[in-house]
Structure formats: structure tokens, C-alpha cells
């Protein structure tokens, strides 16, 4: 089963991705996990540029191709490989992030977003994403460290951010939004239960 975590900066998703993925190694599912963008040689070095408060002057259009080109690189070193080996997988954040911040809060379009993607990826939604909701202000209380170029993009955007996350989610049976507000232990245990009826765990 390919597994994404996903939500707004400070929602947990980083926690809950290696919650998650710990507890379905405990369960004896073989299972890799991962971090997009990231993970990769490529994808780590494209992630510095995204992310490097030096690089303001970045278009909405520009972190869109870069997001998706260290996904595919993802998907070609390490989700297809662990994959076909029969392994899950976990990952944070998918393609769901574009579209929820560059497409939606950027304004670049997320229908926009996943025709990119179409056009780029071999496989483009995961069997499951876990959207983690969150309130700005306990979001901003749990970022205790120097906050990256996309982070200090303002409350107005990350509002729509979250917005953006919530009607991507919106009548579809492969996303679960779940309230992320509580503590990180609560917050696993809710995610073990959406995962568990997909994958028939007692």
C-alpha cells in the first residue's frame, strides 16, 4: 500500500508519518518510508532550494516544476522499487501539498497542479492520504525553530493552505482529514484506526 501524510506546516505530518510507519513495522508489514521532496540525492538538493529563505524571488510556477521534479525522482529511486517489492509506503507529503499551497494558496490552479503531474508521474495518487487539520495558531506554536522560505509566507496564505487541503479532501474515498489538534500520541492512534480498515488490521 503506497500511504501519504500530509497537511498544513506544524500539523504533526512529519511525527505522524514515522508514528505510522513504526507501528506498521510492529504489525510485520515489511514498510519503507520517506520524505517528499527529499529522500533522494536529488530531491534533497532540489528540497534546499525550495525551501532556502536566499531564494524569495522564486515564482508560484517555478516551486510547482521543482516540487514535482523531486517527486518523480522520488517515485523512480524509491516508492516504485519498494513498492514492486512488495513493501508499504509511507510518505510525507505527496502531491496533495502542491496542490493545496502552490495550486490553491499560490493561485497556480490545482487542476493545473494535477495535470502537471499527469504529465510527470507514473502513478499520481496514493491508495490513501491522511490530511492532518490544524488551526493556525496551534500550528504556529508547535514551529519551535527557524522557519523556511515557504513557512514565512504569512497567516493569509497558510489560511488558504489549510483551505486548500479541506476541499482537495472534499467527497474523496482515497483522502481522511483528521483533527490534528490534539497530542501526538492521540493523533496516532486516530491515524492507526483509518488506516487499519484499509489494510483489515485487528
Known amino acids: 500500500m503506497f500511504l501519504v501524510v500530509d497537511g498544513p506546516?506544524?500539523?504533526?505530518?512529519?511525527t505522524q508519518a514515522?508514528?505510522?510507519?513504526?507501528?506498521?513495522?510492529?504489525?510485520?508489514?515489511?514498510?519503507?518510508?520517506?520524505?517528499?521532496?527529499g529522500a533522494t540525492v536529488i530531491g534533497e538538493k532540489i528540497r534546499e532550494i525550495l525551501l532556502s529563505t536566499a531564494h524569495e524571488a522564486m515564482t508560484?510556477?517555478?516551486?510547482?516544476?521543482?516540487?514535482?521534479a523531486a517527486r518523480v525522482q522520488l517515485w523512480?529511486?524509491?516508492?516504485?522499487?519498494?513498492?514492486?517489492e512488495g513493501k508499504c509506503v509511507v510518505v510525507d507529503r505527496w502531491l496533495s501539498s502542491t496542490c493545496?499551497?502552490?495550486?490553491?494558496?499560490g493561485g497556480f490552479g490545482m487542476e493545473k497542479v494535477i495535470?502537471?503531474?499527469?504529465?510527470?508521474?507514473e502513478r499520481v495518487w496514493p491508495d490513501l492520504t491522511i490530511i492532518l487539520d490544524v488551526d493556525l495558531?496551534?500550528?504556529?506554536?508547535?514551529?519551535?525553530?527557524?522557519?523556511?522560505?515557504?513557512?514565512?509566507?504569512?497567516d493569509n496564505y497558510h489560511s488558504r493552505v489549510r483551505e486548500g487541503f479541506l476541499r482537495?479532501?472534499?467527497?474523496?474515498?482515497d483522502f481522511v482529514v483528521v483533527d490534528a489538534t490534539g497530542s501526538a500520541e492521540a493523533v496516532h492512534q486516530e491515524v492507526v484506526k483509518v488506516v487499519q480498515k484499509l489494510l483489515y488490521v485487528a
Open 168 to 173: 482537495l479532501a472534499q467527497g474523496r474515498p
Open 18 to 37: 514515522h508514528l505510522l510507519a513504526d507501528w506498521l513495522r510492529r504489525q510485520r508489514f515489511p514498510t519503507a518510508d520517506f520524505r517528499d521532496p
Open 60 to 68: 508560484t510556477s517555478a516551486e510547482v516544476l521543482l516540487y514535482m
Open 100 to 105: 493545496a499551497y502552490q495550486g490553491y494558496a
Open 9 to 14: 506546516d506544524g500539523s504533526g505530518k512529519s
Open 137 to 154: 495558531k496551534t500550528a504556529a506554536q508547535r514551529l519551535h525553530r527557524e522557519l523556511d522560505r515557504i513557512e514565512r509566507k504569512g
Open 115 to 121: 495535470g502537471v503531474a499527469r504529465d510527470s508521474l
Open 76 to 84: 523512480a529511486e524509491a516508492i516504485a522499487p519498494a513498492l514492486k
